[in-house]
């Protein structure tokens, strides 16, 4: 095995050689400044919009790189990936045209499949998780003469996603901290390979979810551990444990792994939104996530690049944490009361609600409640209010007008 130094510079070299091949396919994502995000955290916050990148995320640089060498010299590719691997893989695949069979778990979701399908790929629904998946691509491989085509641990993989840190120094030559969210490990290795070599002083911070803490444990360890993945919004990060070469660069070049909570995912998902207009998925948004929270300290004032590393949310997934950080922020709230099992009862509450801009999404009238006065009907309201005073004014005149209710979520 070649020392780590030798590893890195062959990787560094590599990349300058993938950013001439990359270039003609993919754009040159923007780096902008945010000032809602800067105001929030501090620090002067920088977003990679990798999410706008070919096929809605930054994995289609390795892939490309990586299949550029393999033109001419094999039948075909085949990759195993339930997400953004499996459409780079596809992408890089239709432009050097070359065939691809992507396998994915029978899971996987159908607007995925479709993506995949579209860029002219063979698509193979196989297993339950990815490990079967992966298992039978190799099958496939084997079979076929085809070249199996990992999503991290190959230093041409690494050099393509290095690419990324190469255009984060070409538009920010005075970055001062870049923090990136870590699957098996693969982009931040990249990254870190680019930014390091030029710019030595600079900081970089890699973000997992807390529910699959596989680079805290291991670096922890002093050597690849595997964690048992709980399930979490970052489906992009994963993975049950870091790569070899992965892990090597990375306890070489990064300087701290942070983790967030799934709370903390969902609201940068929402704020990014919201706020920013940008649409992430869970990975994509795990930075951002990172420097809102306050798990990546001394930035104030730094100039920190968040890498939004990929856009492809299922939209149901999306509409779910929608209405957790509606309800998060304060703008669904839910009450609970009880009024008098008469008829206009209902109507009363409800024009007490909508004199405060309130609007109604939903009304549960529960005679089952036990807890109920006799004679009483309990009443469970939802309701979309402009701020949380308004939902405090709501109680106010409820109570005034003899209704008793108090707030349950929001
Ligand atoms: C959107 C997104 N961000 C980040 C990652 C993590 O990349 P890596 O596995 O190279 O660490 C992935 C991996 O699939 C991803 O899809």
Redesign the pocket.
């Known amino acids: 095995m070649t020392n780590v130094d030798e590893l890195i510079n062959d990787i560094y070299n590599r990349s300058l050689e993938a950013r001439k091949v990359v270039s003609k396919y993919i754009h040159h994502t923007p780096l902008d400044y945010s000032t809602t995000f800067s105001r929030m955290s501090g620090a002067r916050v920088y977003l990679k919009y990798e999410n706008l990148q070919k096929t809605g ?3 289609v640089r390795g892939a490309l790189y990586k299949l550029s060498k393999l033109v001419g010299k094999v039948e075909g590719v085949v990759a195993a990936s339930a ?3 499996a459409q780079g893989v596809a992408y890089a695949a239709k432009c050097f045209g070359m065939k691809a069979v992507i396998v994915m778990p029978e899971v996987a979701s159908i607007a995925k499949v479709e993506a995949t399908k579209g860029y002219g790929a063979e698509v193979v629904l196989y297993g339950t998780i990815y490990d079967e998946a992966e298992e039978k691509a190799r099958e496939i491989a084997r079979e076929r003469g085809y070249e199996f085509i990992p ?2 641990d190959d230093p041409d993989i690494i050099a393509g ?1 290095a690419t990324l840190g190469h255009e984060i120094l070409e538009d920010l030559e005075d970055v001062d901290v870049v923090v990136v ?9 990249g990254i870190s390979v680019a930014l390091r070599k030029k710019k030595p002083s600079i900081r970089i911070v890699g973000v997992e979810p807390a529910n699959v803490p596989k680079f805290t444990l291991s670096l922890r360890a002093g050597h690849p551990v595997t964690v048992k993945p709980k399930p979490t919004v970052a489906d ?2 994963a ?1 049950k444990r870091p790569g070899q070469l ?1 892990f090597r660069i990375i306890r070489e070049l990064v300087d701290e792994v942070v983790t967030v909570t799934e709370d903390e995912l969902s609201q940068a998902i929402y704020l990014l939104l919201e706020r920013g207009k940008v649409l992430a ?1 869970g ?2 948004a ?1 930075s951002l996530a990172a420097i809102l929270s306050g798990k990546v300290r001394g930035i104030e004032g730094k100039k920190t690049v968040a890498v939004i ?2 856009g ?1 949310i299922d939209l149901t997934m999306l509409n779910r944490i929608l209405v957790r950080g509606l309800a998060f922020t304060g703008r669904i709230a839910t009450i609970y009361g009880y009024v008098p099992d008469q008829p206009g009862m209902l109507a009363k509450v409800a024009t007490i609600i909508g004199k405060h801009r309130a609007n109604i999404l939903e009304v549960l009238h529960d005679r089952s409640d036990i807890q109920a006065p006799t004679w009483h009907t309990a009443l469970r309201v939802i309701i979309e209010v402009p701020s949380r005073e308004e939902v405090k004014k709501i109680l106010e005149e409820l109570s005034r007008e003899g209704f008793e209710f108090y707030q349950i979520s929001g």
Do not use: C, R
């Open positions: 995320s930054f994995k997400g953004n691997h999503a991290f996603q969210p870590i699957g098996g490990g693969g982009l931040i290795s992009g990060l993975v992965t998925e990975a994509g795990a590393s990929g492809n």
